[in-house]
């Protein structure tokens, strides 16, 4: 097959720090490529994924996240530029409704986000030209009534995370400084159990700036330090000797990268029982689901109980780049070769 990839323009690929998306959109690319498949990845000029690239956008537009122009500026030169391919994969949001200026391309769309109103109302326009997959069984939930072509869950590469032993002594947050996300319940939950915390978060936007002096700055201290954005072999090092990923969202999340990526390293998570957490989190075995604050607190006391083993090894049988990139190919395959419609029953043929 002939794939094209259309990744968002507001982080290189793969990232150099934060950007679940970007990783994601690396690794399919990187997979689509290793399985034979020509690939073309459209991002922007500061990438350096090791598959056969175009862009227009000379820098990834992180300042101006979220703006029309620089996104469908990208967006239509992608287009162009995946003329004659097989399949578009577009990662972005606005490539799909711009797409349905050609009706003949088959473009599959991949919501990275929740289906909340303002999303349902975009993917409504575009459920009838674009395939569109899900990355949870509980984002797909959301959808209310639009088609889901197939549910896909991220994947990653074990190899590329180091087995660890938790032997750092502290427990992690690692994700964004936004109130969704959990930093200062992580904070107040480490505190009220009476245990070190490192809470690394991507901190570049206003809000999540003005989050950080209002709610986390003050529980600072001691036991709970701030490390900044971390990525790379520093976010590995982290996990690895973490003796658990403390993430207490409090939001629907779609998915949630950062726990199949602590669990390759061995590392528990303890995270609220929400959005996605069931499906990656075997409660008992692989970390805790919580349902309440002290509860969260009373299993960080019971993390040395569990198999670090068995959380990597979750990671290798559910969570692989090449069960993720395998289920991507049997979905495009199946929209390019669709099954034969049966001929009509003749008149007064039996059914």
């Known amino acids: 097959m002939r794939i094209a990839l259309i990744a968002p323009p507001w982080v290189p690929v793969p990232p150099p720090l934060y ?48 703006s029309v122009v620089p996104e469908l500026r990208h967006v239509v030169h992608g287009y162009e530029a995946a003329r004659g391919y097989d399949i578009v994969h577009d990662h972005t949001l606005a490539g799909p409704v711009y797409a349905r200026r050609f009706p003949d391309v088959n473009v599959v769309t991949t919501n990275h986000g929740p289906f909340n109103d303002e999303l349902l109302d975009i993917y409504r326009v575009i459920a009838d030209s674009a395939s569109l ?52 319940r992580a904070a107040r939950i480490a505190r009220q159990a009476g245990v070190r915390l490192l809470i690394a978060a991507k901190m570049r936007e206003p809000l999540e700036l003005e989050y950080f002096d209002e709610q986390v700055r003050p529980l600072l201290g001691d036991d709970v330090e701030f490390v900044g954005e971390v990525g790379g072999d520093e976010k590995l090092e982290l996990l690895a000797g973490a003796k658990a990923l403390l993430n207490p969202i409090r939001w629907v999340e779609p998915f949630g990268l950062v726990m199949i990526e602590a669990l390759a390293c061995g590392t528990p998570v303890l995270t609220y029982r929400m959005g996605a957490a069931p499906e990656i989190v075997d409660d008992g075995i692989t970390g805790f689901l919580c349902d309440v604050h002290d509860e969260m607190a009373e299993a960080i006391h019971k993390v040395d109980q569990l198999d670090r083993r068995a959380c990597r090894a979750a990671v290798e049988e559910r969570f692989s780049t090449d069960r993720m990139v395998a289920q991507h190919l049997e979905l495009f395959e199946s929209l390019l070769s669709p099954l034969p419609t049966p001929p009509p029953t003749a008149v007064g043929e039996a059914l």
């Open 19 to 66: 950007g679940g998306t970007e990783l994601v959109v690396d690794r399919l690319a990187r997979g689509f490529h290793a399985a034979g498949h020509e690939v073309l990845l459209f991002t922007t000029g500061d990438s350096n994924c090791p598959v056969p690239r175009d862009w227009v956008l000379e820098r990834a537009e992180h300042l101006r996240m979220g």
């Open 133 to 184: 997959i899900a990355i949870s069984h509980s984002q797909a939930s959301y959808a209310q009534g639009l088609p889901i072509a197939r549910v896909i869950h991220h994947g990653i590469d074990v190899s590329d995370f180091p087995m660890g032993d938790g032997s750092g002594g502290y427990f992690l947050f690692l994700g964004r400084m936004a109130p969704d996300k959990g930093a200062r």
